[in-house]
């Protein structure tokens, strides 16, 4: 059993150890990143059919996008979103969840069965920050098939855009590739640390999905009686909207003016979404008593 008393003073200190110990956060993340190559490439066979069936499903999507874009020259009326700007975007899309799926949703999956076996109480004693433990451990390395896919696909559709991206728009794009990461990142581990209370919460986790679904399509569209209230939800409660739609403008649009006050928001939004999820985190960690209590 683990004495609650350690385990608290642990979670108080935002899961470091106790012991005057500074790890290597990096050649911790690469020895992670090793060991997970090493697994994949044990079962080379899985991993090659994940791969190709991660690229056959983005090669459908695509082409469904195509297909539409044979009926119309737009998304919408005077959004902006024609054919490539909005495979920018969609581009974008992938980009995002491609290192979301990479990165983090391996690890925030098992956050539950964690709790269930005990196996996060050994994390807890490990000197190292628990979040960064839990949420790097491992590292699905197919996903990032996905990844060069989407940057394939994004060369593509910046070479066909009738004006080709500034310096200042080219630099900030991987700032709020970053800044839409974060927050995905801090949804889904807010919803994997409540496993600490419920036990199990698959459901909730599913959650993550039918919410980041908003993200996946341009702000424009969600206007009227219907589509206002959304927009405004899942912009500045749960900021899912700004995680694609701010750097795909960025790049594929022209600067202009009204653009930058959703630009400033969306920093403050990842700010913001990475400090709620680490209290969050932190005050999961102080309510668990070990698989044993």
């Known amino acids: 059993m683990i004495d609650t008393t350690a385990n608290e003073a642990r979670a108080g200190q935002g899961g470091e150890a106790v012991a005057n110990v500074h790890p290597s956060y990096l050649g911790v993340f690469l020895t992670f990143a ?30 469904y996008y195509m297909l539409i874009f044979r009926f119309t020259s ?27 799926q ?8 098992e956050f539950s069965e964690l709790i269930r076996t005990g196996g996060l109480d050994f994390a807890l004693l490990k000197p190292i920050d628990t979040q ?6 491992k590292i699905d390395w197919a996903s990032l098939s996905n990844l060069l896919f ?21 630099l900030l794009y991987p700032l709020y590739i970053a800044c839409g990461v974060a927050i995905m990142y801090s949804l889904m581990i807010t919803l994997s640390a409540t496993s600490v ?24 569209i969600y206007h009227g009686t219907v589509g206002s209230p959304l927009r405004i939800f899942f912009t500045y409660i749960i900021p899912v909207l700004v995680v694609v739609n701010v750097p795909a403008q960025l790049l594929a649009k022209p600067l202009e003016a009204q653009s930058w006050p959703l630009a400033v928001f969306a920093l403050f939004a990842a700010a913001a ?21």
């Open 273 to 293: 979404s990475l400090w709620t999820s680490r209290q969050i985190f932190r005050r999961a960690m102080l309510s668990y008593r070990s698989a044993s209590s």
């Open 197 to 220: 209370w419920l036990g199990r919460n698959q459901t909730l986790y599913d959650f993550w999905f039918y919410i980041t679904n908003f993200s996946r399509y341009p702000m424009e």
């Open 150 to 170: 989407a940057i394939g696909l994004l060369a593509f559709s910046l070479a066909h855009l009738p004006a080709w991206p500034t310096a200042v728009q080219i």
């Open 132 to 137: 960064f433990l839990i949420s790097l451990q």
């Open 74 to 100: 737009s998304i919408g009326r005077n959004t902006g979103w024609g054919e490539y700007e909005f495979f920018v975007f969609l581009a974008t899309t992938l980009v995002v969840n491609s290192i979301v």
């Open 34 to 63: 090793r060991n997970s190559l090493v697994r994949d490439m044990t079962f080379r066979a899985n991993f090659i059919i994940e791969t190709v069936s991660s690229l056959s499903w983005m090669a459908m999507n695509l082409g």
């Open 102 to 109: 990479a990165f983090f949703m391996p690890n925030c999956e």
